[in-house]
């Protein structure tokens, strides 16, 4: 959460700033602002998006400057509480939270300083300024101040009458950009393609110097940093287009019907591939995967309810326990550790805090099999990791997670068929079926991207709603959960997501006919129960709209909506399933007005906890 952008350079800075600063309001946006050096320091701020800001910097010059975008954490969105936050000179930005920020401000107002934000960030800036007294380097001084953070941080500090700007982290992600006229820092490489495709990413501890022909990194033990020796410079393989919002409306919109490319460019391992092998997660997988009897999914949100439907998968086809865990509450809880146990972490960003830290915690009690699922190659969560596997659904701007989702479920649906196959139970026509299915699984999901019209007409009729249900069975119940999260994300309509089987143990209690009932009816074992569930809606003048197979059994009626998919899909059918789910989500959203890529109140990635 919150971005940061940093650059000196030959060039005006300021277009580069704002440029990336929009680039990263998936970030947050609550308010944004930067700090320039021309020659003095000159900061500005304003509440809400860039824009505004923008209009700000206008006719702005400068060559040095930091600028941020925030999601709020301490005190409200407000322009006192907006970053940069200065002291006598000394400008900060900050993503994260210190832990022991009243301590330090405790200890920094007896010393003087007067505080003007409700903002744990403003401690960093006095302490600095502090620190200056006894260590008068700016280098210096932040590196012995962030000896005394705790918690989570990334930051970036201009100075008046100093040529650099001074960047460190820890626990929230920060990469520098090498171009050819200067240096640049930012939360996400893609704020940076603007100027350059050459990135160093940052480790815990790393503090950096940044001038405009120089670059200096420190370790955490005070250790010089050799570049590219202990800190590589990679070259970023997205492109300036990727980031773009082109022809779509919104990001969300454009993020769903790249999902056929996002599922291709994620099996392209096994386009041509008549088996499959571990070292698909990794050189080390052969070893570490083999006698796995149990595997525990850490995860958040989203990336959680691809946790759930994987579990489904996993114990179907590999016969292995599996247990799947909220990241946020496995680390606070007594839980019994299995060093035999294979830990999946599954993140779009590669920096969600309570993921890395569930991570951490399993290691901690001895399980070192561990395994990233992530979309970013060069995150914390993928190199905390033993194992990885990298979803290449590229750039996801919109705050309500699409292609990252379905890249994840392919990702799992291999983890699982390679467990069955570590296990034996795995026949050569079985597993040849399933690499055929995963092939195949582009164009399953560009028919289903075809119905669009059919769902807007549904999302019209129940948009003006407070409240739905979402109903699921067997590895279609994550589905529904994930479909009313994406319904209350970006809609703000009440949305809750039940086992079909459920709907008599109480939430049949809220179904009349303001309370539309959203279904999953893909033609499986369990779709007689699920059509007993759907009438006992329809007895209680509930209106259902069903998305079914084509060769589901389920008839259009008087108050029951069927929708049917193209083709039925087996296992991989909660693919299709969840696509049908975030079209109706969008274009509910749509109608309703709301902000479909910034929703009220959320951000991208949840690097705080």
Not at 427 to 451: D, F, I, M
């Amino acid at each position: 959460m919150c971005g940061i952008v940093a650059a000196v350079a030959a060039r005006n800075i300021v277009p580069v700033l704002i440029e990336g600063l929009m680039k990263l309001e998936y970030r947050g946006y609550d308010s944004a602002g930067l700090a320039l050096l021309n020659p003095t320091l000159t900061r500005l701020r304003s509440v809400g998006r860039v824009a505004e800001l923008a209009a700000q910097a206008e006719g702005q010059v400068a060559h040095h400057g930091i600028a941020h975008t925030r999601w709020a954490t301490h005190g409200v969105p407000s322009e006192r509480n907006a970053h940069p936050h200065v002291s006598a000179g000394l400008a900060v930005v900050h993503n994260g939270i210190i832990e022991n920020y009243a301590e330090l401000k405790q200890e920094l107002t007896a010393a003087g300083y007067a505080f003007s934000s409700d903002t744990d960030t403003e401690v960093i800036a006095h302490l600095i300024q502090h620190t200056l007294k006894s260590a008068p380097d700016l280098f210096e001084a932040v590196r012995l101040t962030t000896l005394r953070l705790i918690g989570a941080y990334a930051i970036a500090v201009l100075q008046e009458r100093d040529d650099r700007i001074v960047v460190a982290r820890h626990g929230a992600p920060l990469l520098l950009g090498l171009g050819e006229d200067g240096n640049y820092a930012a939360s996400d490489a893609s704020a940076l393609l603007q100027v350059t495709r050459r990135m160093i990413y940052l480790e815990d501890g790393d503090v950096a110097e940044l001038k405009r022909g120089a670059l200096r990194i420190v370790g955490a033990g005070g250790t010089a940093m050799n570049i590219p020796a202990d800190r590589p410079v990679h070259e970023s393989t997205l492109s300036a287009d990727d980031v773009e919002l082109g022809d779509y409306q919104h990001y969300m919109q454009k993020e769903i019907f790249e999902q056929p490319q996002a599922l291709a460019a994620t099996l392209e391992m096994i386009g041509g591939a008549q088996t499959l092998t571990p070292n698909l997660f990794g050189v080390a997988a052969p070893e570490m995967l083999a006698g796995v009897r149990s595997v525990l999914v850490l995860a958040c949100g989203t990336s959680f309810h691809a946790g759930l439907v994987a579990r489904y998968w996993i114990e179907q086809l590999a016969g292995i326990a599996c247990n799947v865990e909220i990241a946020s509450e496995y680390r606070y809880r007594v839980s019994v550790p299995n060093p035999e146990q294979l830990v999946v972490a599954i993140s779009q960003s590669g920096e969600t805090a309570d993921t890395l830290a569930s991570v951490k915690h399993a290691k901690s009690l001895g399980m070192g099999r561990t395994l990233a699922i992530c979309n970013v190659p060069e995150s914390a969560i993928v190199r905390e990791c033993a194992l990885r596997f990298l979803t290449r659904a590229g750039p996801e701007i919109g705050v309500a997670s699409t292609k990252a989702f379905t890249t994840q479920l392919a990702a799992l649906f291999l983890l699982a068929v390679t467990l069955a196959k570590q296990a034996g139970r795995l026949t050569p026509e079985q597993e040849g079926g399933h690499l055929k299915a995963l092939r195949h699984l582009p164009v399953a999901v560009q028919k289903v991207l075809a119905l669009e019209p059919k769902i807007e007409a549904w999302a019209k009729r129940f948009a003006d709603k407070q409240h739905a249900l979402f109903l699921g069975r067997g590895h279609h119940y994550p589905i529904a959960l994930e479909g009313a999260l994406k319904l209350k994300e970006i809609s703000y309509i009440h949305a809750e997501g039940y086992p079909a089987g459920e709907l008599k143990h109480g939430p049949l209690a809220l179904v009349d006919k303001d309370m539309p009932v959203i279904s999953i009816a893909p033609n499986d074992a369990l779709l007689e129960k699920l059509k007993s569930n759907l009438k006992e809606v329809a007895a209680r003048g509930g209106e259902l709209y069903v998305f079914a197979d084509a060769d589901s059994a389920v008839d259009e009626e008087a108050g029951v909506h069927v929708l049917r998919l193209p083709e039925h899909y087996g296992l991989l059918s909660p693919v299709l399933h969840v696509i049908a789910l975030q079209l109706l989500s969008y274009h509910a959203a749509l109608v309703k007005g709301t902000d479909v890529d910034k929703p009220r109140n959320l951000a991208k990635s949840v690097t705080v906890e």
